[in-house]
């Protein structure tokens, strides 16, 4: 079955601790997002990829950082400076020119 | 000014009832007009887009767009028990190729009783 896979479902981190999320896709779609959902928000992006070797940030980046060695993986690292880590953070992917993204199933992120 | 309004409820209808979801937004250059469903702890899926103004079917749910108004909505025909989610509207302005320019609600929490 293609689809997006995030790993973990639930994770819990320290204060201070750098922690990476992990997204797999197998639809071989170009474009990868990270986005970020907290209760009575929108959705807001957090880093995208068009392309292997290149990301740009979104609306919300400080904080985190991504890597986009292969075009099937984007990995999120939330580190030590997010200063509001909680919440549930959702990888999506599109193929190009199409419009809305494919979203896997979240990680939910608790600071401890 | 939030960019996209959409009313948190939550909504709750009995079965067979239509339903009625909607976003409101300010941002002109918008030209295509997505609803997303999202069940309990699971990603967002992508039920429908439309582009410009005007209506779109499919199945039991209907988009309707009217951008002089920037109001978009979702009908729900016939609801179901499975319809019960969070539905959000996303919006964007297609200038760019791919989907980083996105703008979402904060999604309207449905439950259809039996």
């Known amino acids: 079955d293609g689809g997006i896979t995030q790993s973990p479902k639930y994770l819990f981190r320290k204060e201070g601790q750098n922690v990476t999320l992990s997204c797999e896709q197998n639809?071989?779609?170009?474009?990868m997002y990270w986005y970020r959902q907290d209760p009575g928000q929108g959705l807001r992006l957090i880093y995208y990829?068009?392309?292997?070797?290149?990301?740009q940030k979104g609306d919300i980046a400080e904080g985190y950082s991504v890597s986009r060695e292969k075009k099937e993986s984007f990995p999120l690292t939330v580190t030590s400076a997010q200063k509001n880590p909680t919440a549930f953070y959702l990888c999506?992917?599109?193929?190009?020119?199409?419009?809305?993204?494919?979203f896997g199933q979240g990680t939910r992120l608790t600071v401890v | 000014q939030k960019e996209v309004e959409q009313d948190p409820g939550p909504l709750s209808v009995p079965e067979g009832a239509i339903v009625s979801l909607n976003c409101t937004y300010s941002?002109?250059?918008?030209?295509?007009f997505m609803w997303y469903r999202q069940y309990s702890r699971k990603g967002p899926e992508l039920l429908m887009y439309?582009?410009?103004?005007g209506n779109k079917e499919d199945g039991r749910f209907t988009a309707q767009v009217d951008k002089s108004s920037k109001y978009i909505s979702l009908f729900i025909r016939d609801s179901q028990p499975s319809d019960s989610a969070t539905y959000l509207c996303?919006?964007?302005?297609?200038?760019?190729?791919?989907?980083?320019?996105?703008?979402f609600g904060a999604g309207t929490r449905l439950t259809v009783k039996p």
């Open positions: 996303a919006m964007s302005g297609g200038l760019s190729y791919n989907n980083n320019d996105m703008r």
């Open positions: 439309t582009y410009s103004s």
């Open positions: 999506a992917s599109s193929p190009p020119g199409r419009r809305g993204a494919f």
């Open positions: 639809l071989n779609h170009d474009a």
């Open positions: 990829s068009q392309i292997v070797n290149d990301f």
């Open positions: 941002n002109s250059a918008f030209q295509y």
